[in-house]
């Protein structure tokens, strides 16, 4: 089955840029989907196909995808970025849908 | 206003049965495809299945294959989540959550929290 991997933690300090990795093997063919979760929360979607923003999120909130990594870029993080972040793809040659392990993302 | 709205928390006992439910609002219910998601205390999201309200074709991961049962009333606009037979390792957050076109999951419910235990 189709594996997605992330980093357990990410750490930036307000006001810089942080990064968050997804890696797959060929990822770059798969749409990639991005969603933040929140202590308590639901998760709420980020970025889909790679790059595209839903509406209500900031632009600060962007997405990119090639070869066997995607990455979720956060410019100018804020305290309220803090939270968990998780990749998803679906995989078409077993018809499932896989999420990464997720990322936690602390703003120091 | 698109929602999905899940039933209230469950405190069952091991063995037990169980379903629960989501209801979509705001759409075309019969439209859109509603996915599973399983949460464990502490864990990551995981996929546990999908359902098309329209024909009520289903898939599921092979994880819970056999283990859960998804299905749904298109009449009053409901997904629901079963289990025969519960154990304290279905203890967990579940939620259900709207499919956009075999892409993202737009629209998430609330969550049900859901405690197995004697």
């Known amino acids: 089955s189709y594996v997605l991997t992330q980093p357990p933690s990410v750490s930036v300090a307000p006001g810089k840029t942080a990064r968050i990795t997804c890696g797959g093997n060929n990822i770059g063919s798969k749409s990639v989907h991005w969603y933040q979760q929140k202590p308590g929360q639901a998760p709420v979607l980020v970025v889909y196909d790679d790059s595209d923003r839903p509406s209500g999120i900031p632009e600060r909130f962007s997405g990119s995808n090639s070869g066997n990594t995607a990455t979720l870029t956060i410019s100018r993080v804020e305290a309220g970025d803090e939270a968990d972040y998780y990749c998803q793809v679906w995989d078409s040659s077993s018809d499932h849908w896989v999420f990464g392990g997720g990322t936690k993302l602390t703003v120091l | 206003e698109v929602q999905l709205v899940q039933s209230g928390a469950e405190v069952k006992k091991p063995g037990e049965s169980l379903k629960i439910s989501c209801k979509g609002s705001?759409?075309?219910?019969?439209?859109?495809?509603i996915g599973w998601v399983r949460q464990m205390p502490g864990k990551g999201l995981e996929w546990m299945g999908i359902?098309?309200?329209?024909?009520?074709?289903?898939r599921y991961s092979p994880s819970f294959q056999g283990q859960v049962t998804i299905s749904a009333d298109k009449s009053i606009s409901t997904a629901y989540l079963q289990w025969s037979s519960l154990k304290a390792s279905d203890t967990a957050m579940y939620y259900c959550a709207r499919l956009l076109s075999f892409g993202p999951f737009d629209y998430w419910g609330q969550g049900t929290l859901v405690t197995v235990s004697s």
């Open positions: 359902i098309y309200p329209g024909d009520s074709d289903t």
């Open positions: 705001g759409y075309s219910f019969t439209s859109y495809w």
